[in-house]
């Protein structure tokens, strides 16, 4: 069982930056892919990012390419996404992903993950 719990989101302008913060319980986390995903009102849940268990291999949704950074820190129990750029289009809620691996591949699809946290709001204004 990974209880998953989001923090950092919240309001920001156009251009700027936020820090997501994933909380992990339990003591096997380092053998968990991450991802986040996020949903805007009426529309459906995309991928944002992704991390293998060893957090050497990464994945980024086009939409957010060269301005996300995904991060995972096993001694912490902890997953990150650096946001930079924001942009009114990146509103929605943000939502934490785990699913165990038995190899240090990516998950990319949301019905492959495991635990789900309850989410972060993130609000960008022009």
């Not at 944002?48 to 995972?72: H, M, N, P, Q």
């Amino acid at each position: 069982q990974v209880q998953l719990v989001e923090s950092g989101g919240g309001l920001v302008q156009a251009g700027g930056s936020l820090r997501l913060s994933c909380a992990a319980s339990g003591r096997t986390f380092n053998n968990y892919a991450m991802g986040w995903f996020r949903q805007a009102p009426g529309k459906e849940r995309e991928i944002v990012a992704a991390i293998s268990r060893s957090g050497l291999r990464t994945y980024y949704g086009d939409s957010v390419k060269g301005r996300f950074s995904i991060s995972k820190d096993n001694a912490k129990n902890m997953v990150y996404l650096q946001m930079n750029s924001l942009k009114p289009d990146d509103t929605a809620v943000y939502y934490c992903a785990a699913d165990y691996k038995n190899n240090d591949g990516l998950t990319i699809l949301a019905a492959m993950f495991d635990y789900w946290g309850q989410g972060t709001q993130v609000t960008v204004s022009s």
